[in-house]
């Protein structure tokens, strides 16, 4: 019996230790280093993913009428209508083709430079893309424009996967979801400013549409001059480049103080687990048992907040305000009102997430976008009998935008990041942002037939995304908040059909040592002669 004893103090040692440390004061895990590489970083990577969703919007007339212009310059006729079409419909898509690409060339990147370098590495793509898309104009090419999108596309796949990856390495645990949230956050921000900058009194005119691209080098510069002077993450130094004294300077970097003995050895323990695993490949990671249902947490994540109907909210914005009321002047005003609501919602989940929870914000906010996109349909079906029912629409677009903002726009970043080890974690990233842009080149290709087919009750099959994602999640997703690594994998341990040991190790046959190996590695002995015990 004393085998089996000995595992379950091990747990209680550690557990308590772990809880000490949960103890501390979240507020105090801020510090400027941290907050400065969360802001530079999101700055830099997701704020340009929302802002290239939301920019092509505001100019589409006059980018129509250049490929026009163009086209008849080039041969000496105006361009059929349904040319025009594809033309635009290739150039607002093709963001999510390149966004692919990036997402499939991240994991090689990401081991060989780091992740802060990843980040840095990726202005390239940036700034080529922005010069591009602004001299396009200029130079009576509208090929310059479609390269520059799928070029930028390139950039927000690789920054979608290493600034979450990169965010998730230099937190403290206790505030872990509340910096994950950053991602989130910043994706609405740039959204918002999308819709500012595309205003007429800015650059939503036919003259001045190219500043709009222009723009784009702004955010990339800032990213180039602030991040080289803040450290890489140290569990990547520590783990993958066994570079001790680098990573305790960035753990003190990040953490403000001097004494971060413990933090290291808490990722020591996680390289002890994994000393002989080599960063493994996505194929490896689908293979691998001890993580099966965390990864298909992450696909199904990812693929509700892809599938989940926002963008029909998007496309139906306009239409809905018009209806309304409202002059078609002013729409583009009014329509500032939905990233503002985005944007609050957002920051108002990363305020909340470490007090309710990761559950209960992504399954709250998918219910809640159940509910409205039911009112919705009703109130679109009805509106044209009741006078004060557009109102209620506009309520409701307003209230499915938030729900989306407090849970399914950003936890599915976070969870990618902490349901992993080291090793496994850029095949994850990969596979999520994989699922991610396969799914946001699907709707865009899709959704048209849909609304045709469907009209108004096109929402109805976004609920029934809604309710199966709340569905899963409710039943197969446990919490994560203040939660390591080891208790997240044990958490999945019986669904996954493994021993906690096997869960723990998370190793492939091949890759491990004999048992006598193993537990030195695993354990670590008290000087005085007490309790043998495992670091967690």
Same mark, same amino acid.
């Given at each position: 019996?004393?085998?089996?004893?000995?595992?379950? *103090?091990?747990?209680?040692?550690?557990?308590?230790?772990?809880?000490?440390?949960?103890?501390?004061?979240?507020?105090?895990?801020?510090?400027?280093?941290?907050?400065?590489?969360?802001?530079?970083?999101?700055?830099?990577?997701?704020?340009? /993913?929302? =802002?290239?969703?939301?920019?092509?919007?505001?100019?589409?007339? /006059?980018?129509?009428?250049?490929?026009?212009?163009?086209?008849?310059?080039?041969?000496?006729?105006?361009?059929?209508?349904?040319?025009?079409?594809?033309?635009?419909?290739?150039?607002?898509?093709?963001?999510?083709?390149?966004?692919?690409?990036?997402?499939?060339?991240?994991?090689?990147? @990401?081991?060989?430079?780091?992740?802060?370098?990843?980040?840095?590495?990726?202005?390239?793509?940036?700034?080529?893309?922005?010069?591009?898309?602004?001299?396009?104009?200029?130079?009576?090419?509208?090929?310059?424009?479609?390269?520059?999108?799928?070029?930028?596309?390139?950039?927000?796949?690789?920054?979608?996967?290493?600034?979450?990856?990169?965010?998730?390495?230099? %937190?403290?645990?206790?505030?872990?979801?509340?910096?994950?949230?950053?991602?989130?956050?910043?994706?609405?921000?740039?959204?918002?400013?999308?819709?500012?900058?595309?205003?007429?009194?800015?650059?939503?005119?036919?003259?001045?549409?190219?500043?709009?691209?222009?723009?784009?080098?702004?955010?990339?510069?800032?990213?180039?001059?602030? +991040?080289?002077?803040?450290?890489?993450?140290?569990? /990547?130094?520590?783990?993958?480049?066994?570079?001790?004294?680098?990573?305790?300077?960035?753990?003190?970097?990040?953490?403000?103080?001097?004494?971060?003995?413990?933090?290291?050895?808490?990722?020591?323990?996680?390289?002890?687990?994994?000393?002989?695993?080599?960063?493994?490949? @996505?194929?490896?990671?689908?293979?691998?048992? *001890?993580?099966?249902?965390?990864?298909?947490?992450?696909?199904?994540?990812?693929? #509700? /907040?892809?599938?989940?109907?926002?963008?029909?909210?998007?496309? =139906?914005?306009?239409?809905?305000?018009?209806?309304?009321?409202?002059?078609?002047?002013?729409?583009?005003?009014?329509?500032?009102?939905?990233?503002? @609501?985005?944007?609050?919602?957002?920051?108002?989940?990363?305020?909340?997430?470490?007090?309710?929870?990761?559950?209960?914000?992504?399954?709250?906010?998918?219910? +809640?976008?159940?509910?409205?996109?039911?009112?919705?349909?009703?109130? +679109?079906?009805?509106?044209?009998?009741?006078?004060?029912?557009?109102?209620?629409?506009?309520?409701?677009?307003?209230?499915?935008?938030?729900?989306? #903002?407090?849970?399914?726009?950003?936890?599915?970043?976070?969870?990618?990041?902490?349901?992993?080890?080291?090793?496994?974690?850029? *095949?994850?990233?990969? @596979?999520?942002?994989?699922?991610?842009?396969? #799914?946001?080149?699907?709707?865009?290709?899709?959704?048209?037939?849909?609304?045709?087919?469907?009209?108004? =009750? #096109?929402?109805?099959?976004?609920?029934?995304?809604?309710?199966?994602?709340?569905? =899963?999640?409710?039943?197969?997703?446990?919490?994560?908040?203040?939660?390591?690594?080891?208790?997240?994998?044990?958490?999945? *341990?019986?669904?996954?059909?493994? %021993?906690?040991?096997?869960?723990?190790?998370?190793?492939?046959?091949?890759?491990?040592?004999?048992?006598?190996?193993?537990?030195?590695?695993?354990?670590?002995?008290?000087?005085?002669?007490?309790?043998?015990?495992?670091?967690?």
């Amino acid at each position: 019996m004393e085998p089996a004893a000995a595992p379950e *103090a091990d747990t209680l040692v550690a557990r308590e230790a772990g809880g000490r440390r949960a103890g501390r004061s979240a507020s105090s895990s801020w510090s400027g280093s941290l907050i400065l590489a969360s802001l530079t970083g999101a700055f830099g990577s997701s704020f340009l /993913y929302g =802002y290239n969703l939301s920019v092509v919007n505001a100019p589409a007339v /006059y980018i129509k009428k250049f490929y026009n212009e163009t086209w008849e310059r080039r041969y000496g006729f105006s361009v059929d209508e349904s040319t025009l079409t594809l033309l635009w419909s290739v150039t607002v898509s093709i963001f999510a083709i390149g966004g692919l690409v990036g997402a499939i060339i991240v994991t090689p990147i @990401v081991k060989f430079f780091g992740r802060k370098c990843t980040l840095l590495l990726n202005n390239v793509f940036a700034v080529t893309a922005a010069i591009l898309m602004s001299l396009s104009q200029l130079a009576g090419s509208f090929e310059m424009l479609i390269l520059g999108r799928i070029i930028m596309g390139v950039d927000a796949g690789i920054s979608l996967s290493a600034l979450p990856m990169y965010l998730s390495e230099i %937190s403290p645990k206790e505030i872990r979801g509340s910096l994950g949230q950053v991602t989130a956050i910043f994706i609405c921000v740039g959204v918002f400013m999308g819709q500012v900058l595309g205003l007429p009194e800015i650059f939503g005119t036919e003259s001045r549409w190219p500043f709009l691209f222009g723009v784009i080098v702004v955010p990339a510069l800032v990213q180039i001059v602030i +991040l080289p002077f803040l450290p890489e993450s140290p569990r /990547y130094l520590l783990l993958e480049k066994h570079n001790t004294s680098k990573a305790e300077k960035a753990f003190q970097t990040f953490l403000g103080k001097d004494d971060v003995s413990q933090e290291v050895e808490e990722v020591l323990a996680e390289s002890r687990v994994q000393r002989n695993t080599k960063l493994v490949s @996505v194929l490896q990671l689908l293979r691998t048992r *001890a993580v099966r249902w965390q990864v298909i947490t992450v696909v199904v994540t990812m693929g #509700c /907040y892809q599938l989940c109907g926002l963008n029909a909210i998007w496309y =139906y914005t306009n239409n809905i305000f018009s209806e309304a009321g409202i002059n078609s002047k002013t729409i583009p005003y009014v329509t500032l009102s939905t990233g503002a @609501v985005e944007t609050l919602a957002a920051v108002s989940s990363g305020l909340v997430i470490e007090r309710l929870g990761r559950r209960p914000l992504l399954i709250g906010g998918f219910g +809640l976008m159940i509910v409205f996109f039911a009112v919705l349909t009703v109130s +679109l079906t009805l509106q044209n009998n009741v006078t004060w029912l557009p109102y209620l629409s506009i309520f409701c677009i307003l209230a499915i935008i938030a729900s989306f #903002c407090i849970g399914p726009g950003g936890i599915p970043f976070v969870l990618t990041g902490e349901f992993f080890q080291q090793s496994q974690r850029p *095949a994850a990233f990969m @596979v999520a942002g994989t699922v991610n842009w396969l #799914c946001n080149f699907a709707v865009g290709l899709l959704f048209p037939f849909i609304q045709s087919g469907l009209q108004n =009750y #096109c929402f109805l099959v976004f609920a029934a995304i809604c309710f199966a994602g709340a569905t =899963y999640l409710f039943f197969v997703l446990p919490e994560t908040k203040n939660k390591t690594l080891s208790e997240i994998s044990h958490a999945f *341990a019986k669904r996954n059909k493994v %021993s906690l040991e096997m869960q723990e190790m998370n190793h492939y046959p091949e890759d491990r040592k004999s048992s006598a190996e193993q537990e030195s590695n695993f354990t670590s002995s008290v000087d005085n002669g007490e309790t043998k015990h495992a670091i967690v």
